[in-house]
């Protein structure tokens, strides 16, 4: 069974701070997505990252898929209140059709 | 177009019922996966469909199944309903099976709480 481990579990700051979130595994992954959930809402995908070693970018929000593509982390630059929500990752194992993820990071931005 | 319509939202049920969700996907989408969203576990696979074929199953007991129609729309069913089923069923759509590096649509859920 392949795990993703996130943390921290529960984040809250103060607009404008910087922020980062990891997602970890000891199991490899052929791709591996962000979400972003909102109270009462189904998860939205921000971005997905397929290569080892791979950096995207997303206005303030940066990703990074791991040389050996078994973790990730999601960084936030001058968070603003409209960052807040539940923030998952999703990965997919090699010949997979099912997407294992994270319990997620629950971040609380402060005006 | 039209997002991933769940129904209904919320849904209160006592134990030893059975429950029946429905999930309309994004129209050409053939792919639907359903998901069970708790604070304690996160969100957990239930199984996927694809083209009316059920490709993945998770770890869920026999009394949670699903189906899919011809016109690409789902429904899963929980039979003899336990208190610690209540939870947020989240189903999802993709054009290619999930999984596949493809986006997962999401609808808002239906929530479910079993007394």
């Known amino acids: 069974t392949q795990l993703l481990e996130q943390s921290p579990q529960f984040l809250s700051i103060q607009e404008g701070e910087n922020l980062t979130v990891y997602c970890n595994s000891s199991?490899?992954?052929?791709?591996l997505q962000w979400y972003r959930q909102e109270p009462g809402e189904g998860p939205v995908l921000l971005v997905t990252v397929v290569t080892g070693g791979e950096v995207k970018k997303l206005k303030r929000l940066t990703f990074q898929f791991g040389d050996a593509r078994k973790d990730s982390s999601l960084h936030i630059t001058a968070a603003q209140p409209g960052d807040t929500g539940l923030y998952l990752c999703a990965g997919a194992g090699a010949g997979s059709y099912q997407l294992t993820f994270g319990k997620g990071t629950k971040l609380s931005v402060i005006p | 177009k039209a997002g991933v319509t769940q129904t209904p939202r919320y849904l209160i049920k006592t134990r030893g019922q059975q429950v029946t969700l429905s999930c309309s996907p994004i129209s050409g989408h053939r792919s639907v996966s359903w998901y069970q969203q708790t604070p304690g576990q996160g969100l957990q696979f239930l199984f996927e469909y694809f083209s009316e074929t059920q490709r993945n199953k998770g770890n869920f007991p026999g009394r949670f199944s699903g189906r899919q129609f011809s016109n690409s729309r789902s429904e899963m069913n929980v039979s003899t309903l336990e208190l610690g089923d209540s939870a947020l069923y989240l189903c999802?759509?993709?054009?290619?099976?999930?999984?596949?590096?493809?986006?997962?649509?999401f609808g808002e859920g239906s929530r479910l709480t079993v007394l």
């Open positions: 999802a759509s993709s054009l290619a099976p999930a999984g596949n590096t493809g986006e997962l649509f």
């Open positions: 199991s490899v992954f052929s791709s």
